[in-house]
């Protein structure tokens, strides 16, 4: 089975701040990493994803992430974060074997302060 | 674009109804999902289906059932409401592997 684990269940960062928001999975079959994004009342949006290949991913709103295997680490960054960017933010693994479901960890709070 | 579309955003129910949320995906997608979001407990698994008519049970199936007759349709259903079912309840769809598209949600509250 797989599992993920963010660290950190809130972070406030200033405006124009760096951020990194923490994730680490567990699994024992090579799987898919996903960061997602939810903001208030809405469903969730991809923000990026690491299928295979070069290991630092980059996403929409300027957001990226890097696959560190050896780690069993996906980290979110954002070189400098905006108010717009203030959501909740989850992490997710999927098996490579296909028709198998997304498992998240159970997010992070972005609080973006002016 | 994919478009997962929930029926409602919004439902208020009494204990002991009987309760469904239809999920209509537009994308010819295998995989359909349904997790139920709580504040500090992330997304967790309802069921899920890898094609018309299979299921699958996921974390908390538990006072849940659900229906997939077409492709493009999956029914959550909550045979007897119980306050412990308010929540958030998020359906998604997704090929074979690749990513999950997800649903505007449906808050759903039981009185």
């Known amino acids: 089975a797989q599992s993920v684990t963010q660290l950190d269940s809130q972070v406030p960062v200033f405006e124009e701040a760096p951020v990194e928001l923490r994730c680490n999975y567990s699994?024992?079959?090579?799987?898919?990493l996903f960061w997602y994004v939810q903001y208030p009342n809405q469903g969730l949006q991809l923000l990026l994803k690491?299928?295979?290949?070069?290991?630092l991913v980059k996403g929409i709103n300027g957001f990226e992430a890097e696959f560190n295997k050896s780690q069993t680490s996906f980290h979110l960054r954002k070189p400098s974060v905006h108010i717009s960017d203030t959501a909740e933010y989850f992490c997710?693994?999927?098996?490579?074997?296909?028709?198998?479901?997304?498992?998240f960890g159970k997010g992070t709070r972005l609080s973006v302060i002016a | 674009d994919v478009k997962v579309t929930q029926s409602s955003r919004y439902l208020v129910k009494r204990t002991g109804e009987k309760v469904f949320l239809e999920c209509v995906q537009d994308?010819?997608?295998?995989?359909m999902f349904w997790y139920r979001q709580d504040p500090g407990l992330g997304l967790r698994l309802i069921y899920f289906?890898?094609?018309?008519?299979?299921?699958e049970k996921g974390d908390i199936p538990e006072g849940y059932s659900v229906s997939r007759e077409k492709k493009e349709r999956f029914s959550l259903i909550l045979e007897s409401a119980s306050t412990n079912q308010t929540s958030m309840y998020l359906c998604?769809?997704?090929?074979?592997?690749?990513?999950?598209?997800f649903g505007q949600g449906t808050r759903l509250t039981v009185v």
């Open positions: 998604a769809s997704s090929p074979r592997t690749n990513e999950a598209f």
């Open positions: 699994s024992s079959v090579s799987v898919y």
């Open positions: 690491y299928l295979s290949g070069s290991t």
């Open positions: 997710a693994v999927r098996r490579y074997s296909g028709n198998t479901p997304l498992v």
């Open positions: 994308m010819d997608h295998e995989n």
């Open positions: 289906s890898y094609d018309v008519k299979m299921k």
